[in-house]
């Protein structure tokens, strides 16, 4: 997707009794990444959405893990989060690799972070059965492309094998690559799980997002959180854009 494209940065669902709310960042909300200094951090945070975050230490594995009450696990190892807790604010931070929001028909959601290998291992199909809810949607969120992903052809021959075809793309200067957006598609498929798109290339809009492969050091969040009505009405009053 060219830069001038731009995608829906928020959205607001109604699920069962909660309302959810979800946010991608871009350069100008901030460095979110861990390794910051912790008090910036927080600062940033509760700049962008008010309330106690869960935000997992991502090593691109295909760890879940359940947030019984706002803040549990922050910053625990791990690739994935699920909650029906109210309030809640789970966090996807990335550079390139594809975050992915899950909301459920009973207003629990997840959160993963999914790069290949966390893909490939299963990340997603974990998360989504780790959700007590029947019903789940999936939002994806900034990552990079196949436009610009170029790919190392063992590697990609494993994606296929595992979710097909689809999943290989060419980059824009003609050289083989993948399409983490395929994969992710092809992933959450496999557990009836649809997916639409918030998502734009990271490292074809240096100006917005962050990127690894542009050099960048910074990484932007994508959030969810599920309250209820009275908690939503609270936060929005708090959240300065």
Known sequence: MSPGAARPRAATLDRGDRVVHVRCSTRADGDFHLDGHSVVLEHRRQSF????????????????????????????????????????????????????VLVGDDGAVGVVHAGWRGALDGVLQAAVRAMPSQCIDALLGP??????????????????????????????????????????????????????????????????????????RGRQVMTVTSMHPRHLAHTAREVVR
């Open 143 to 216: 990552c990079i492309h196949p436009c610009c992903y170029e790919f190392g052809a063992d590697d990609l021959r494993t994606l296929t094998d595992r979710y097909g075809a689809a999943v290989a793309s060419t980059t824009s200067w003609g050289s083989a690559s993948l399409s983490m957006p395929a994969v992710v598609a092809a992933a959450l498929s496999e557990v009836g799980v649809a997916v639409a798109s918030m998502s734009e290339c990271t490292r074809c809009a240096p100006d917005t997002f962050f990127s690894h492969r542009n050099g960048h």
């Open 49 to 100: 959405m008010p309330g106690r975050w869960t935000q997992l230490d991502e090593v691109h594995g295909s760890r879940v893990v359940e947030v019984l009450r706002p803040g549990d696990h922050d910053r625990a190892e791990g690739d994935a989060a699920v909650t029906a807790c109210a309030g809640a604010v789970l966090a996807v931070w990335v550079g390139d690799c594809a975050p992915v």
